[in-house]
């Protein structure tokens, strides 16, 4: 082999040694980076944390959360129940916060860095049932290169971090406003009381038509208005809530709305009008009282069995819908707190006159 072609492959072994370097080098390196990045808190135990306060708006803003009884409660709003989702998402959102760099030791900077409690985005406090504080995080606004820090309130170590995750620090955030989600097919009848009197509507036999019982003669039905009444839980929020017991004796619940389904559960809102807001108590409640028994000696079909299953369960949703609603007032927005509260007036229109043979203005 002549020295000419010896000289080239000797150029083509030295560039890929210098490529397998660089290659190993490159790999180290992000291997390296990733290995640095590190979690902002680490061994925190969600078991032994009782209480959680979350801060916003330097520290104007301010939502606590404490375990009663073994679940979270929304401090701020007499105690009720926290939704456990919501929960979940702040702690996993905590724990997840992964730091890129130390920025600053200095607390001097930290104001710079809006990462003190009157300058920050967020601060985010775990407790312990002492009231001792387990861990606090102060989280900044990004900055106008998408950068965000954050510390522990304890430390003066700043870090620039990978995800900033969104702190929820209005108490409304953490509760399950979801009311009612009752499907239109399995409804039975609806009735409704209001100051000017009382109508049923249901379902016809076919299932196809709501029907008004006893419509007022020479009356029709106005547009849908009746479909929106009829329909007014298939999805019923509320905006607030407040425990029975703070409530003002003011509160006159002077209109009823009751839902009857069709496997016998009864839904009830209690309504009342106070300073332009609309507020409702709730009871839920089973029409058959035949208690649920096996029969002695005798073998029950599949058929009979899904029925008294099917029962059971009805009576314990029942149950539990009772132990979470019972004792609450809730805040029901003022457009469908209006199919809640429909008078019969304003259900119904007159009916155009039928048009007489004879009448020479009749169209042919």
């Not at 002077?254 to 309504?271: A, E, G, R």
Request: with cysteine.
């Amino acid at each position: 082999m002549s020295s000419k072609k010896l000289a080239v492959l000797g150029m083509i072994a030295a560039l890929m040694v210098g490529w397998a370097i660089l290659q190993n080098r490159i790999g180290q390196t992000v291997n390296t980076a990733d290995f640095s990045s590190s979690a902002l808190i680490e061994g925190l135990q969600i078991e032994v944390v009782a209480g959680i306060t979350m801060t916003s708006e330097k520290g104007e803003k301010t939502t606590t959360l404490n375990r009663k009884d073994g679940v979270f409660v929304v401090a701020d709003k007499d105690d009720y129940p926290a939704d456990v989702a919501a929960v979940n998402a702040l702690f996993n959102g905590c724990l997840d916060i992964r730091t890129r760099e130390k920025t600053t030791d200095n607390p001097n900077n930290h104001a710079d860095l809006k990462v003190t409690p009157e300058t920050a985005r967020s601060v985010v406090s775990f407790t312990d049932a002492d009231g001792g504080q387990i861990v606090a995080l102060v989280l900044s606004p990004s900055n106008e290169k998408g950068e965000a820090f954050a510390r522990r309130l304890s430390e003066t170590a700043v870090y620039s971090i990978q995800h900033s995750p969104q702190i929820n620090t209005d108490p409304m955030d953490f509760v399950d406003t979801q009311l009612f989600q009752v499907p239109q097919d399995q409804l039975s009848s609806v009735a409704v009381r209001t100051p000017e009197g009382s109508y049923i509507l249901t379902v016809s036999d076919d299932g196809a038509e709501i029907e008004l019982k006893d419509m007022p003669a020479g009356k029709q039905y106005k547009e849908t208005v009746y479909k929106s009444v009829f329909g007014a839980l298939n999805s019923l929020r509320f905006d607030d809530v407040i425990h029975a017991g703070n409530v003002s004796q003011e509160f006159q619940f002077n209109f009823l709305y009751t839902c009857k389904l069709k496997d016998k559960t009864v839904y009830k809102l209690m309504l009342t009008k106070k300073d332009g807001e609309i507020y409702a108590k709730v009871l839920a409640d089973y029409l058959d009282k035949t208690p649920v028994e096996k029969t002695v000696g005798q073998v029950e079909s599949e058929e009979e069995l899904k029925a008294k299953e099917a029962k059971l369960l009805a009576i314990d949703a029942v149950k539990a819908f009772n132990k979470k609603h019972g004792g609450w007032v809730y805040q029901i927005p003022v457009p469908n707190a209006g199919n809640l509260m429909m008078p019969l007036s304003e259900l119904l229109e007159e009916a155009p006159e039928p048009v007489s043979e004879m009448d020479p203005n009749a169209v042919q």
